[in-house]
């Protein structure tokens, strides 16, 4: 029976208010890789999603003769796409299960919640002069309440919207503790609940990659010819994980309060929640009586910089899409030096929150360029919305490179098995080596190849 592998690095982009939305898209893609570990095992029936992924698979063995296993191994996100693949990464790795994460997100994540104390209204008339604006945010062309909500929640979110436009201003509205308490709660909701073994084989390596972006930076030193030494500013503060898949569930794919660092920091929109600093997890770290013994390591590899110039008390992180909002090189950079047992097919998935944009109208027109979206696009829209043309390209490269090497080792194949047939004869003990065996085969071969190659093999 032929086996192969589909392995899937998922690439989330920035969503900002779509958080839900992807976590849903991650949560498919966790379910299909909980099928394709039952059909290897031939475990017990599955219920709902998950059945029918493995009867999919069932299908694909029975019509193709083909048994395929789905491997998630590489995640990469910003922002909302950021804390999506934060959460996958550590249930793919220790086997536990996004289902209170699901709860959670409907039930825990709502304004209500997410508001800084300090920040809600004082009293119920306060700011009224203000109502007038939030009704005209509720009815502007083009989000009628009345079309994107349901008749039975349009008095909440008409609370919550007026609430939310009365409360505080020219600071954020939202707490960043209350924030990092949130993702802190859900990854404890995860551990507590239901664990099963990790959806990757023993020893294979995870690779989660998420962005964030430093806001003050830090001067680095760039050596040319004219003038000899010029400065630049950093910004960009990348956040990867790597581990080995373990042998059984529950094992963390790191510290959850460093888990709960990267997903607060590539999420930290500007505006609605301040920019996360070191002192935040400090503080989380004390409330929630969590240890965190790899502290010092964490930010030395995160950000060997400020640790090394003793800064890390001015460190403010904000939201990773402001650099990097579709972070496919992350992604690309873990390809390097993966193993495997058989045959591989590997697939780019990106989710795309809002795949409805164009550069210009079906028709081939587009509209003048106004004053204020010619400012408003060139501080923050356009900066932000790059085109992932130079990474696809990129990855059509590498793929052409890869087929083009294997039409070269079918090409050499037959010529290597008449001088493998021609060194040692019909062998009987090729299927059953042992070190003895290895080592004789290894010598007559190593010794041919130097006779066949003349002077170029001193080369």
Known sequence: MRQKELRIALVCYGGVSLAIYMHGVTRELWQLARASRAFHAASGPLQGVEAVYRQLIERIEDEHGLRLRILPDIMSGASAGGINAVFLAQAVHSGQSLEPLTDLWLEVADVDELVDPAARLKWRFSKMWAQPFANWLLSRPGSDITDAVAPETRAEVERKVSHLIR?????????????SRLLERAFSAMAEGPIDEPLLPPGHPLDLYVTATDFHGYQELLRLHSPPVVEDTEHRMPIAFRARTPLAGGTDLANPLELVFAARATASFPGAFPPLRVEEIDRLSDLTERNWPEREAFLKRVMPVHVARETLDNVSLIDGSVLVNKP????????????????????????????DRFGERADGKSEPVGFFSAIFGSLSTLPREQPIRDNLEQLEEQSREAERLGRIVAALRPEVDGAVEKL??????FDRPTPARLKSWRQKAQQSAAERAGYAFHA
């Open 424 to 429: 040692f004869g019909r062998t009987l003990f």
């Open 167 to 179: 409360g505080r201003w020219f600071e954020p509205p939202f707490s960043g503790l209350g924030f």
């Open 328 to 355: 496919f090189a992350g992604a690309i950079s873990a390809l390097q030096g993966r193993p495997a047992q058989r045959e591989v097919d590997r697939r780019f998935v990106y989710v795309d929150p809002r795949p």
